[in-house]
Nanobody, 118 residues
């Protein structure tokens, strides 16, 4: 069973930066498709960034150019570097993984809160 634990959330002013981390454990290592999602109060959970098992990265239009997703395979850790943060980035951020590219997002972390003030 894959376990995901996020950290790095917090409160920042608009224009600031944060780096989220997600440590994965509980499986025989291989590169899994992984992603960051976020959910603001009263809104649906949206995918922010994704990194596939081949290393290809994709981003939501709202964060492209400001956020960067990356992995440290030696540490089994997924990162989300968030720069030029805006108040509309305020949300609970979740790390997710799936066993295969064609499957649904099966594994989820508990979330870490990001609050951006104007």
């Amino acid at each position: 069973q894959v376990q995901l634990v996020e950290s790095g959330g917090g409160s920042v002013q608009a224009g600031g930066s944060l780096r989220l981390s997600c440590v994965a454990s509980g499986y025989t290592y291989r590169r899994l498709p992984m992603a960051w999602f976020r959910q603001a109060p009263g809104k649906e959970r949206d995918r922010v960034a994704q990194i596939d098992s081949n290393g290809m990265r994709t981003y939501a239009d709202s964060v492209r150019g400001r956020f960067t997703i990356s992995q440290d395979n030696a540490k089994s850790t997924l990162y989300l570097q968030m720069n030029s943060l805006k108040p509309e980035d305020t949300a609970m951020y979740y790390c997710a993984a799936k066993p295969f590219s064609a499957s649904g997002w099966t594994y989820w972390g508990q979330g870490t809160q990001v609050t951006v003030s104007s």
